[in-house]
C-alpha cells in the first residue's frame, strides 16, 4: 500500500522546505532549539539512507528582526533586507553546527528570482547544486533576501522550493509548514471540513479549498502551495505538505502516525525536464557531429566537444541548440554548456584541451546527457 511513509521513503533526491513559523519561536524569536535537533536528527536520517537532501529553510528575516531589535509590525523593505541579512548568517550557523555533529556538510546557497527563471543562471545554479549533492554535502537554499526587492523577489519560500527541486530534477518535495495538509475547506471555521490526502490533479475546485486556508504567521498560504505544487508536479517531483511543528516531525511522518497531503506527477523528473527541452521554440543554432557521435548519443551518452565537427549560429550558453549528423539531419536538441564562440574553438578536441583553448575549466560535455533529447528514429 502507498502511504506517505512509503512516499517519502521512496524519495532519492529530496527537498525539504522549512517555514520560518515552525523554526522560529514566537517568544524570544529564536531557533526552537530541541524541535530542531530533532529536525536534523530526521535529515541526518534520511540522509543515512543514501538520499540526496537538499533544504530550503525561511528564518531570515524573523531572526534578524531579534538579532537586531526591529519593533513589531510590518517592516519597511530596507529593514526586512536588513534583518535577512543579520539573520541569514545566524541560520546559517545553526544549521552548519547542528548538521556537522552528525557528520553533515551544510552548504548555504542563496537564490534570486533571476537564477531560476534565467536560463544561463539557472544553469549555474543547477550545476552547483548538484555537484554539492554528488560531494555528499546538504545544500541550505534561502532567498537572497538583502539583495532582492519586491519586484525581483519569489517572496515565499514555497515557490522558491518547487522552483528549487525543479532545477535539481528532485523526485520529491516536502513543505513543512504550520497546516498539516488540503481541507475541503477552512478546517479553523467549518466543523465539516475533511482532509484530502492525496491530489493527482489541480482542479478549479482543489483551487477554490485552498482559498481560505492561509497561515497567518508566514507569508506562504495555502495559495501559494498550490503554486508550488503546480510547479513540482509538472517538473515530474511529488509534493506533500505536512504540520512541521511537532517536534520530530519528519519522524512522525516515516514511521506514523504523521500524515501529509501528496499531490502526485504525471511523469518523472527527468523525463519532465525532457520534453521541456523538445518542446523549447526554435533552436538558438546547431551542433553538426561526427559518426562516433552519432553512436554515443543513440547509446545515451552526452555529446563531447570531440565529436563536433561545425557549429552555426549565435546562441549563448544555456540555449537550446540542434544537434545534426554530417548529412544535414536532425538528430537531438539540448541545451549547450558553451557559447558559440567558445564552442567553435573547443569543437574536435579532447575535454582535457578545454581550459587551454578557451581560458577557464568548463564543462567536460558540450551537452550533457541530462540536458539532451534525442529523436526517436
Ligand atoms: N526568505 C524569507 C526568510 O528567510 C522567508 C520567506 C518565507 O517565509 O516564505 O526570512
Known amino acids: 500500500m502507498t502511504t506517505p511513509a512509503s512516499r517519502l521513503a521512496e524519495a532519492r533526491r529530496l527537498v525539504v522546505k522549512i517555514g520560518s513559523s515552525i523554526l522560529v519561536d514566537e517568544g524570544p524569536g529564536e531557533v526552537r532549539r530541541t524541535w530542531f535537533e530533532a529536525l536534523c536528527d530526521d535529515i541526518a536520517r534520511l540522509a543515512s539512507g543514501g538520499r540526496e537532501i537538499v533544504l530550503v529553510s525561511s528564518g531570515a528575516i524573523r531572526l534578524g528582526r531579534t538579532l537586531l531589535r526591529l519593533p513589531g509590525g510590518a517592516l519597511r523593505l530596507e529593514e526586512s533586507q536588513a534583518a535577512a541579512a543579520a539573520g541569514q548568517i545566524r541560520l546559517a550557523h545553526a544549521y552548519q553546527e547542528s548538521l556537522a555533529r552528525r557528520g553533515l556538510t551544510a552548504a548555504q546557497v542563496l537564490l534570486t528570482l533571476d537564477d531560476s527563471e534565467e536560463r544561463r543562471r539557472y544553469l549555474n545554479a543547477r550545476q552547483t547544486m548538484t555537484t554539492l549533492l554528488t560531494l555528499g554535502a546538504i545544500p541550505v537554499i534561502n532567498e537572497n533576501d538583502t539583495v532582492a526587492t519586491d519586484e525581483i523577489r519569489f517572496g515565499d519560500n514555497d515557490r522558491l522550493a518547487a522552483r528549487v527541486a525543479e532545477m535539481v530534477s528532485a523526485d520529491t518535495l516536502l513543505l513543512l509548514s504550520d497546516i498539516d495538509g488540503l481541507y475541503t475547506a477552512d478546517p479553523r471555521s467549518d466543523a465539516a471540513a475533511s482532509f484530502i490526502p492525496e491530489v493527482r490533479t489541480i482542479t478549479p475546485e482543489i483551487e477554490a ?33 505536512a504540520d512541521g511543528r511537532p517536534v520530530g516531525a519528519i519522524a512522525a511522518l516515516l514511521d506514523g502516525p504523521g500524515r501529509a497531503t501528496w499531490f502526485l506527477p504525471e511523469s518523472t523528473p527527468l523525463s519532465a525536464r525532457k520534453k521541456w527541452i523538445a518542446g523549447s521554440l526554435k533552436p538558438a543554432g546547431s551542433l553538426t557531429v561526427d559518426d562516433g557521435a552519432v553512436r554515443a548519443l543513440a547509446a545515451g551518452k552526452s555529446l563531447l566537444p570531440a565529436g563536433v565537427r561545425a557549429v552555426e549560429g549565435g546562441f549563448r550558453r544555456g540555449d537550446v541548440v540542434e544537434v545534426r549528423d554530417s548529412a544535414g539531419r536532425a538528430l537531438a536538441r539540448g541545451l549547450v554548456a558553451y557559447a558559440a564562440d567558445d564552442a567553435r574553438r573547443i569543437a574536435g578536441h579532447k575535454s582535457a584541451e578545454i581550459e587551454s583553448l578557451v581560458g577557464y575549466r568548463g564543462r567536460d560535455e558540450m551537452i550533457h546527457r541530462d540536458d539532451l533529447v534525442v529523436d526517436q528514429a
Request: glycine content about 18%; proline content about 0%; some cysteine.
Open 209 to 241: 479549498m485552498a482559498g481560505g486556508a492561509a497561515s497567518e504567521l508566514s507569508n506562504g498560504g495555502m495559495a501559494t502551495k498550490l503554486t508550488a505544487a503546480r510547479i513540482a508536479t509538472g517538473a515530474g517531483c511529488r509534493m506533500a505538505i
